[in-house]
């Protein structure tokens, strides 16, 4: 079985630190954002009633992909209300760099909300098969099942979690994309404590998936 074999998973759950994404320490991750060029060409406008979002694609790193295309984030913005997205400035598909791919094997940030802006974070390949150790507490394994990725178990008795693109597609559009638009809808979101914001962002993405996927027949759902 390909991919890193590290001794042990790094995230309790799917809503670990890592999606706690709006008060992340200065890291590699943030850098990317920071260095960004103050004018970009954006690759797609989503309008959806009177709201005009502009989608940016960065350069991939050899090392990375793009879980999403700007198409998948209009598809799925396109099936929320116009409400929830007056304000957003644009939606940014990040490249990945050399040092958040070291950074990886520790922590790895799948997405930011900053200000009117959501960034997501192009994923290591390495990560696509990741070997966690143990297995997680059910909710865990059903939350990552949920979404198409599949657990392993190897002849050592260690559990692997395994991506395709479809599963990886779907992680990201519903469990990273809605829970960073949950944040901007969070009109609290600054005020609140860490917890009680990632909860709302956690409750707002769980809620927009059921909706989404009981109006929608589509194998990416």
């Not at 008060?23 to 991750?29: A, I, K, L, R, V």
């Not at 940016?56 to 295309?69: A, D, G, M, Q, W």
């Not at 991506?163 to 809605?178: A, K, N, T």
Request: hydrophobic share 35%.
């Amino acid at each position: 079985m390909s991919g890193l074999k590290l001794s042990s998973g790094r995230r309790s759950n799917i809503y670990s630190e890592s999606k706690y994404t709006n008060w992340s320490e200065y890291d590699p991750f943030d850098l990317e954002i920071s260095t960004l060029p103050d004018r970009l060409r954006s690759e797609l406008k989503i309008e959806i009633g009177s709201v005009l979002i502009p989608i940016y694609v960065r350069n991939l790193h050899s090392e990375f992909i793009h879980p999403v295309s700007p198409e998948d984030v209009k598809k799925i913005l396109s099936k929320v209300s116009s409400k929830l997205l007056n304000s957003l400035e644009g939606i940014y598909l990040l490249g990945g760099t050399s040092k958040q791919l070291k950074a990886s094997k520790k922590h790895f940030q799948y997405g930011c909300y900053q200000s009117g802006r959501i960034y997501l974070y192009a994923f290591p390949r390495w990560m696509l098969v990741e070997y966690w150790g143990t297995l997680p507490k059910p909710t865990t394994v059903k939350e990552y099942e949920s979404m198409g990725a599949k657990w392993k178990q190897d002849e050592s008795g260690g559990w692997w979690l395994e991506f395709d693109r479809l599963s990886l597609r779907r992680f990201y559009l519903f469990d990273v994309l809605l829970h960073e638009l949950g944040h901007h809808t969070d009109k609290r979101v600054w005020s609140r404590d860490n917890k009680s914001a990632e909860r709302y962002a956690e409750w707002f993405a769980r809620d927009c998936t059921r909706l989404i996927r009981m109006d929608s027949n589509e194998k990416m759902f």
